[in-house]
């Protein structure tokens, strides 16, 4: 499957541009074996493919990169914070879905759903 940015991603149950809870996500990833990406820098997220981005910045740690599997960033929060879970469900964090599609990831053919994390300007008040 081709990366789609508009219309409705087929199978995926999302389309690009909705904004979804990251719960929500990380449930649906799970669920249908879709791999999830979230995105911390907008330009990238809009203006570049998973793929392009995944070769691009293979040399770089995983952690330093401007992109990052949904369910290992999750991981990580609440690692640095039990309580991360509970805070997410008293006040969501909507993620806007980019694109969708399937590619071979860690030699795999993967369904996959890109992310972007809101802005700090865009964010309602969420202590973490």
Known sequence: METKRDGECNTF???PGEKVDILELEELGSRYGIDM????????????????DMEDFKAVPEYERPFIVLEKFIAFAASQDPQFRDKLKELP??????????MTIAGRQRRYITTLMPFLKDMEALEI
């Open 13 to 15: 149950a999302v389309a």
């Open 37 to 52: 990406y979230l995105y911390f820098e907008e330009d990238l997220a809009r203006n570049s493919t998973l793929q392009k």
């Open 93 to 102: 964090l909507i993620l806007e879905v980019i694109a969708c599609g399937e």
